[in-house]
C-alpha cells in the first residue's frame, strides 16, 4: 500500500507500526544518532513513532505517517524531527487562509523543505514602519500587516478610522454621532487589528491605556494574554509600545496612590476602568527585559539611577512600595502579580493567594506558584489541581515528587498521563 492511500480519520498506532515498521528500520541502519543508541528494531521503530506523536501538534495526531515518511523517505534526520512542529502548528493554524494566498492544503503534497518555505511565508509577522507602510488599500489609512493572521492599520483620517472600524461600536468610527478621532489621534495613534481567525477587530491606543474590543468594551483576560503574548502581530505591537504603555500604567498609579484634593488644575489620568480590565497587557510589556532601555523616568524619578537589567525586578519593587494597590492589582490580575510580588519581595501575601486560588480557570497559575514560590505541596490548591488530569500529574511529578490521590481519579482519564504516573511512581497493579 503506497504511503498516499493511508489517511486514518482516526489515527491508529498499531496500523501505523504494520505499515511503516519495515522503511523505519531501513532508515534508521544510516541515521548516526539511532545507531549510537544500539536498539534492536523494535525499540527503535518505537523511538521514531513516539518522537513523531510528540512533533504532531494536532490532537488526533493525523500527521504521524507524514513526519515518519520525511525520516524514511525524505531524508530528514531523526534528530531534526522536532523542527517540523512548528512548522506544522502554523501549516495547520492558518488552514482558513490557505485558498485566500493559494497554498495547497493537502500536507502529502509537501515534504520537509517545502513545508518549512510554507510555514515561513505564513508566519511572517513583520509589522512595517508607519512612514514605510502600504497606504493604498484604505485611502487614509497605513497598513503595518496584511497576511492570514489579518490586518493592522493606522487610520489617518476621520473617514479611514470610519473605513476601518465599521461593524464596530467605537466612537473613532461614529457616523451618526459625535466622532472622537481627532481627540484621540491628537494624543497618538490609534491601532486597529482586524483578527481574520476570530473574525473581529480591536483597537488600540497606547496613549490611553486602551485595547477595546467591537463593541466598544475593555478586551477580557483571556483576549488580553491572546493579544499580548500569543498573537505573533500583535504581541510585537504591544512591544513597540512598551514606553508608552508603562508612562499611561504608571500615572495611572500615581493617581490612585496619592488621590488630588480636588479636580482643578489635574490632568485626568487614563480611564480607570480601561486600565483595571486591560491591566495584563500593561504587565505583560514588563515581562521582558529588552524594554528596559525604553525609558529611565518611567520608572523612577530622573534622578535617581535604575539598574535597567533588572527592570521588571524595579517596577515591582516599587509597586511592593504601594500596599493599597496589591490586593486591588492581584484581584485584577491573579495570573500575574501573586508570583511576581512573591518571588521579587521573597514575601507571601494571603490576600493575593486568595485571589490566585479564586481566580477561574487558572491551574497552571497554581501549579507554578506551588512550584517557584511556595516549593512544595500547597494544600489550598489541591481541590482545584484534582480537577485536571495534566496539572493534578505535574503537581505529583514536579511539587509533591510523591503520589497525589486526591488527584489520581483525575490523572487516570489521561491513558498516558496515568501510564507515565504509575511508571514514576512504581505502581504496578493499579489499573
Known sequence: MRYQEIRLVEYDRSKTEQALSNSIVKAAERD?????????????????????EETDPTENLQYVQW???QFTKKGMRFEDLYKLKNHLETFESTKGQHKRLKINSDINQYDW????????????????????????QVEGARILYNGPLGTLSIPETEAASCELGRGTEWCTAA????????EYNKQGPLYIWHDKKRKTKYQFHFETGQIMDAQDQPVSDSE?????????VTSKLVKKNANTTI???????????????????????????????????MLATLDNKEFASLNRTALTDSSQDVDLN?????????????????????????????MQYALVTDKRSPAMEKSLLSAEFNTRGLLNYAKQVIQGAWPEAE?????????????????????????????????????????????????
Open 32 to 52: 548516526a544518532t539511532i545507531k549510537a543508541q544500539n536498539l534492536d528494531d523494535a525499540q527503535t521503530v518505537q523511538l521514531v513513532i513516539n518522537r513523531a
Open 67 to 69: 513526519i515518519i515518511r
Open 113 to 136: 523543505r517545502t513545508l518549512t518555505d510554507t510555514a515561513r511565508r505564513l508566519s511572517n509577522t513583520e509589522i512595517a514602519e508607519p512612514d514605510t507602510a502600504d497606504a493604498t
Open 175 to 182: 457616523t451618526k454621532s459625535n466622532n472622537m478621532f481627532d
Open 224 to 232: 488580553a494574554r491572546y493579544l499580548a503574548v500569543e498573537n505573533p
Open 247 to 281: 508612562e499611561a500604567y504608571r500615572e495611572y498609579l500615581d493617581y490612585h496612590s496619592e488621590p488630588p484634593e480636588d479636580d482643578y488644575g489635574y490632568d485626568d489620568p487614563p480611564d480607570e476602568e480601561i486600565l483595571d480590565a486591560n491591566i495584563e497587557i
Open 310 to 338: 533588572n527592570f521588571k525586578e524595579a517596577w515591582l519593587k516599587e509597586l511592593s512600595q504601594r500596599p493599597q494597590l496589591h490586593e486591588k492589582l492581584a484581584a485584577i490580575q491573579p495570573f500575574t502579580i501573586p
Open 383 to 431: 481541590p482545584q489541581l484534582a480537577k485536571d488530569p495534566v496539572y493534578a500529574f505535574l503537581y505529583a511529578v514536579q511539587v509533591l515528587k510523591d503520589r497525589f490521590p486526591e488527584g489520581e481519579p483525575v490523572i487516570k482519564q489521561s491513558e498516558r498521563n496515568w501510564k507515565e504516573y504509575k511508571k514514576e511512581f512504581g505502581i504496578d497493579n493499579e489499573v
